[in-house]
């Protein structure tokens, strides 16, 4: 029998995007703290709760104090993107992953974003372990998101005949089932239990096309 392509969303499936937005924080905290004499601590919860706006919030309380501070806003956004994220991949990631690799089932990695902080992720993830560098499918290199079929024809073309089914497993109910569902493809939701994701999952406001096939609570319930 034919192996199956298994494809998987990045940011919210395979690690938490809060863990990767919280470990840039905490690298602008301790940039600004170490330059100023600013507690770290406080910078930290004040970025975090500011969000997208934290940087802006930083500046304007250490201006306050009368502190100096060596650094513009760009420069501290580009700290923020050359940081090397400390992220995690989820529970059940890790051994789900090995499980179909040595099952013989194919791999691939269909995610939205800039190379720079996609390729980051990867790496700081060990995702390479898994995915072979021409099955990692980035909006940023191939020209498409999710939003339109482009990444989900290239991973057909790539897999061809040599799979008898393709899944996609993902979260995020905008754009990673629409064009699955339309495919073919049996769209897998990781249901996000803990109620952190960047997008939160309200299935019922969604038509039936964009809504996944399979609706999973853990990585462990997936080819068990
Ligand atoms: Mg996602």
Partial sequence: MLPSLVAFDLDDTLYKERDFL????????????????ANAEELFTLISDNHPRGIEAALAMLAAKGLDIPFTVDALVEIYRNHTPDIQLSDGAEALLTRLKGAGHRLALITDGSPRHQRGKI?????????????????????????????????????GASVSRMYYVGDNLAKDFVHPNLRGWTSVMLLDTAGVNVFPQHIGAWPAVHRPRVIVSGFDCLWP
């Fill in 22 to 37: 919280r470990s840039g924080h905490r690298v602008l905290a301790r940039t600004l703290a170490d330059a100023t004499g």
């Fill in 123 to 159: 790496a700081a993830l060990g995702l390479d372990r898994f995915f072979d560098p021409d099955t990692i499918f980035i909006s940023g290199e191939t020209g498409g998101d999710k939003h339109t079929p482009l990444p989900f024809r290239l991973a057909e073309e790539r897999f």
